[in-house]
């Protein structure tokens, strides 16, 4: 499982964008800027649609502020299904990337096996990643929403 001061995978990650589909390769993705990434186990669902994804869209220009340059959100659904999510939070300022084939969320160590809710998905989390590097890292218990808020991550800059 990643952990703090982990060099993050490399892999692809997907987004869409005015109908253009984008592939992101980590190591571009992360080199030399400061993220904050949060995952969740699926869009649409409902502590992700009301308050996590939305807690991030609130402190984007806090977080901002602190230094960080993008603000990504991450699940194990298509970039299609991301796109539209994120078109219905107004997440204008969050990078909406997919992991269609949870490939990246495994190579994280954070996935988890739901059975019938929708299979392999993200386990909830945020980290900060500095230049490709963990520096902080919120790994939620299965079924809660504590430590991986937008405020704690703020909190921790």
């Given at each position: 499982?990643?952990?703090?001061?982990?060099?993050?995978?490399?892999?692809?990650?997907?987004?869409?964008?005015?109908?253009?589909?984008?592939?992101?390769?980590?190591?571009?993705?992360?080199?030399?800027?400061?993220?904050?990434?949060?995952?969740?186990?699926?869009?649409?669902?409902?502590?992700?649609?009301?308050?996590?994804?939305?807690?991030?869209?609130?402190?984007?220009?806090?977080?901002?502020?602190?230094?960080?340059?993008?603000?990504?959100?991450?699940?194990?659904?298509?970039?299609?299904?991301?796109?539209?999510?994120?078109?219905?939070?107004?997440?204008?300022?969050?990078m909406m990337l997919a992991d269609g084939d949870g490939s990246y969320t495994k190579a994280l160590g954070l996935e988890m096996e739901?059975?019938?809710?929708?299979?392999?998905?993200?386990?909830?989390?945020s980290m900060v990643i500095d230049n490709g590097i963990v520096t902080h890292l919120n790994i939620e218990q299965p079924k809660q929403?504590?430590?991986?808020?937008?405020?704690?991550?703020?909190?921790?800059?």
């Amino acid at each position: 499982m990643i952990a703090i001061n982990s060099k993050m995978p490399t892999g692809q990650l997907q987004q869409m964008n005015d109908g253009n589909m984008t592939n992101h390769n980590t190591d571009e993705l992360f080199a030399n800027k400061k993220i904050a990434l949060f995952a969740v186990p699926g869009a649409f669902t409902p502590t992700c649609s009301e308050t996590h994804l939305p807690g991030f869209i609130v402190a984007a220009d806090e977080l901002k502020a602190k230094g960080i340059d993008h603000i990504i959100c991450l699940a194990v659904n298509d970039a299609f299904v991301m796109n539209a999510w994120g078109k219905a939070q107004n997440a204008e300022h969050i990078m909406m990337l997919a992991d269609g084939d949870g490939s990246y969320t495994k190579a994280l160590g954070l996935e988890m096996e739901t059975g019938a809710f929708g299979g392999l998905r993200s386990q909830r989390y945020s980290m900060v990643i500095d230049n490709g590097i963990v520096t902080h890292l919120n790994i939620e218990q299965p079924k809660q929403f504590e430590v991986s808020t937008a405020q704690v991550l703020l909190n921790s800059l």
